[in-house]
């Protein structure tokens, strides 16, 4: 069974940029695609970037062009890399099976603020 933890968040001022992690227990590029969520505060929860077994990515419009979605196959492992973060990117941020959607875990608390 897949475990994932996602690691890397913390406060940063606007403008400034985080890299998070997902670490998988498992081997989740063989097949489908693995996306970040976030859950802002009074808000659903939300697919923000994805990428396919073949490396195909996607993200939602309001991170493109700041969010780069990544992956290490070698240490099973996806990233996230946010650039000139803006206070509403702040959210508890999740990795996550976008074909299986297993139990989600911890997540990663990111706060962009002044």
């Known amino acids: 069974q897949v475990q994932l933890v996602e690691s890397g968040g913390g406060l940063v001022q606007p403008g400034g940029s985080l890299r998070l992690s997902c670490a998988a227990s498992g081997n989740i590029f063989r097949y489908g695609v693995m996306g970040w969520y976030r859950q802002a505060p009074g808000k659903q929860r939300e697919l923000v970037a994805s990428i396919s077994s073949g490396g195909n990515t996607n993200y939602a419009d309001s991170v493109k062009g700041r969010f780069t979605i990544s992956r290490d196959k070698a240490k099973n492992t996806v990233y996230l890399q946010m650039n000139s973060l803006k206070p509403e990117d702040t959210a508890v941020y999740y990795c996550?099976?976008?074909?299986?959607?297993?139990?989600w875990g911890q997540g990663t608390q990111v706060t962009v603020s002044s």
């Open positions: 996550n099976d976008l074909l299986a959607l297993g139990s």
